[in-house]
T-cell receptor, first 112, second 114 residues
């Protein structure tokens, strides 16, 4: 079946540090890949997505590239801010279905 | 402003009681979804609906029921058969159900058992 694995958190960084949150997936065919962000006490917001191999999704300084050869979709940001502190979820959606499969989430804490 | 609303924000349930969580969207989306989130974990799908008057079980449907009588509404009932209902419940919708369609989420309802 489909599955998503994320690095366990929390990830603690100082402001302006470089961020990488690893995400790998298992799926047949060609899924679409998503990153969602959840701020404390709120629902999920779509951060970025990629729908085919080698696509790069980007938004608000965050980027992730769909790597089919390594089945990965790692999230990166060059310079994090305190306001980026949140939980980040990697997810996939299979071509043949309409359900999202989520990773367990990675909590990011950015200190001033 | 278009979006998804969930109510209430907090809900308390007594033992043996059924409770209903509301989810409304004005995005004109065909598909709607209910997820459960437990502390420190990812989301798990409870039920989804691709079109009015139709819905399907997700991975953890036992102890829950839904209806889809209107396109904009997809209420979730947590029945007394759900023995561990304490969680954060998230509703989502998408324009259609292809792999590229984005799901948009509501703000969530936190359910607590008294």
């Amino acid at each position: 079946g489909n599955s998503v694995t994320q690095m366990e958190g929390p990830v603690t960084l100082s402001e302006e540090a470089f961020l990488t949150i690893n995400c790998t997936y298992t799926a047949t065919g060609y899924p679409s890949l998503f990153w969602y962000v959840q701020y404390p006490g709120e629902g999920l917001q779509l951060l970025l997505k990629a729908t085919k191999a080698d696509d790069k999704g980007s938004n608000k300084g965050f980027e992730a590239t769909y790597r089919k050869e390594t089945t990965s979709f790692h999230l990166e940001k060059g310079s994090v801010q305190v306001s980026d502190s949140a939980v980040y979820f990697c997810a996939l959606k299979h071509n043949a279905g309409n359900m999202l499969t989520f990773g367990g989430g990675t909590r990011l804490m950015v200190k001033p | 402003d278009g979006g998804i609303t969930q109510s209430p924000k907090y809900l308390f349930r007594k033992e043996g009681q059924n409770v209903t969580l509301s989810c409304e969207q004005n995005l004109n989306h065909d598909a709607m979804y209910w997820y459960r989130q437990d502390p420190g974990q990812g989301l798990r799908l409870i039920y989804y609906s691709q079109i009015v008057n139709d819905f399907q079980k997700g991975d953890i449907a036992e102890g829950y029921s839904v209806s889809r009588e209107k396109k904009e509404s997809f209420p979730l009932t947590v029945t007394s058969a759900q023995k561990n209902p304490t969680a954060f419940y998230l509703c989502a919708s998408s324009e259609e159900t292809s792999a590229v369609a984005t799901q948009y989420f509501g703000p969530g309802t936190r359910l607590l058992v008294l």
